[in-house]
Structures are given as structure tokens and as C-alpha cells.
T-cell receptor, first 114, second 112 residues
Framework: GAGVSQSPSNKVTEKGKDVELRCDPI?????LYWYRQSLGQGLEFLIYFQGNSAPDKSGLPSDRFSAERTGGSVSTLTIQRTQQEDSAVYLCASSKQGSGTEAFFGQGTRLTVV | DAKTTQPTSMDCAEGRAANLPCNHS???????VYWYRQIHSQGPQYIIHGLKNNETNEMASLIITEDRKSSTLILPHATLRDTAVYYCIVRVANSGNTPLVFGKGTRLSVIA
């Protein structure tokens, strides 16, 4: 597709289980970003990739969170041993290389931990 | 930390211009001003960005003061579909792609 695609769109999981969230960026976009948005809150930056490397992991909330990107394209955000406070919408965005470029967001994955 | 200050909420009558202010008094010479909006239950949508000069596109106009310490996003003829949270963001212009840091934004309600 032409836009950023995220899957699944909704995920309900039991506390303590691991989940994987997928992001397919726009073709040719070298930068990829993950954010999370809890109900009624603003967007919280988690991690970003430049190609396959992650220069900034400062936003990952704990060591239960990890992310990887392969082939400069698809990225996976993994949350291990999920907790109820992990419930949120996880948003992915991508952008071209270079300054002053806009980022395009996907529709997000709504994660509910029960 | 967000480097911008925006009003929490604003109302605008349908068909009128919506003028959304943003203060960024600590902006550096190499930082752009970006505007995004987030309609309920959707991902953020890029609107416009600028460095020094005023900018206009099919969605909106961006007016940046001469000292660059504040800006105004103008939606010339607001419609009900423009109801959203509008985020003003400053971001360094460099060869890399630093993440956008979102503040709390302005919740714009367009009223029929």
C-alpha cells in the first residue's frame, strides 16, 4: 500500500504473555519511529531506526520492550511479559532521509492487556 | 521535553478561519516548526512545516513571526472534519531524522 501499515489493528492479550507488533513503512523511507499513546494521553516516543540501527532507544519504558528492523524495511516491536499498564495504542511512523521531511503515521495497534 | 506552548483548547465556528497559536521562544536557528493533527482514533497527520518564511499548502497556512519565537497555524475555512488535536513541534533540521516530540497540543472543536 501507499501508507504506513501496522498489524494487527487490535490485540487483546493476557497479562504475562509476549506480544509482537508489526510496522511496514512506506517504501524507500529510511527512518522509522515507534510511539505509544495511552487513553486520553499524548504521544510518547519509544524508539527510532535509521536504516536497521537504532540510534535512540531512550524512550523504551523497560527492558521488557525491544524492537528490531530488518532489511531497512519492516520493524517489529516486542513486549515481553505484558502488564496492564502496557495497554495503549502503539503508533509507527516513517520518513525519508534528510532534514525538514515529514513523518507519515500508521493507524496504530490498539493493545489491551487483560 | 516539548519545547512549545499551546492553548489547551479552542472553539471555532464552521466556515470561519481557525487560528491556532504556538509559542516556541527557545527555538534555535536550525529548528523547523512542524504542525500535525490527530483526529479521534486515527494516527497523527502531517499538516505543514516551515523554517523562516510563511508557508501555505492545500490544508493550511503557517505564519512565523520575524523573531521565530511564535507561529500561527491558519485553517482558512474550518469544517466539522477539522475537529482534532493540533500539535506544534520544533525539530532540528539536520542530515538525520530526529524523532518528533509531541506535547499536549490544542484540542480544536469546530462547531456547526
Amino acid at each position: 500500500g501507499a501508507g504506513v501499515s501496522q498489524s494487527p489493528s487490535n490485540k487483546v492479550t493476557e497479562k504475562g504473555k509476549d506480544v509482537e507488533l508489526r510496522c511496514d513503512p512506506i517504501s524507500g523511507h529510511t527512518a522509522l519511529y515507534w510511539y505509544r499513546q495511552s487513553l486520553g494521553q499524548g504521544l510518547e516516543f519509544l524508539i527510532y531506526f535509521q536504516g536497521n540501527s537504532a540510534p535512540d532507544k531512550s524512550g523504551l519504558p523497560s527492558d521488557r520492550f525491544s524492537a528490531e528492523r530488518t532489511g531497512g524495511s519492516v520493524s517489529t516491536l516486542t513486549i515481553q511479559r505484558t502488564q496492564q499498564e502496557d495497554s495503549a495504542v502503539y503508533l509507527c511512523a516513517s520518513s525519508k532521509q534528510g532534514s525538514g521531511t515529514e513523518a507519515f503515521f500508521g493507524q496504530g495497534t490498539r493493545l489491551t492487556v487483560v | 521535553d516539548a519545547k512549545t506552548t499551546q492553548p489547551t483548547s479552542m472553539d471555532c465556528a464552521e466556515g470561519r478561519a481557525a487560528n491556532l497559536p504556538c509559542n516556541h521562544s527557545t527555538i534555535s536557528g536550525n529548528e523547523y516548526v512542524y504542525w500535525y493533527r490527530q483526529i479521534h482514533s486515527q494516527g497523527p497527520q502531517y499538516i505543514i512545516h516551515g523554517l523562516k518564511n510563511n508557508e501555505t499548502n492545500e490544508m493550511a497556512s503557517l505564519i512565523i513571526t520575524e523573531d521565530r519565537k511564535s507561529s500561527t497555524l491558519i485553517l482558512p475555512h474550518a469544517t466539522l472534519r477539522d475537529t482534532a488535536v493540533y500539535y506544534c513541534i520544533v525539530r532540528v533540521a539536520n542530515s538525520g531524522n530526529t524523532p518528533l516530540v509531541f506535547g499536549k497540543g490544542t484540542r480544536l472543536s469546530v462547531i456547526a
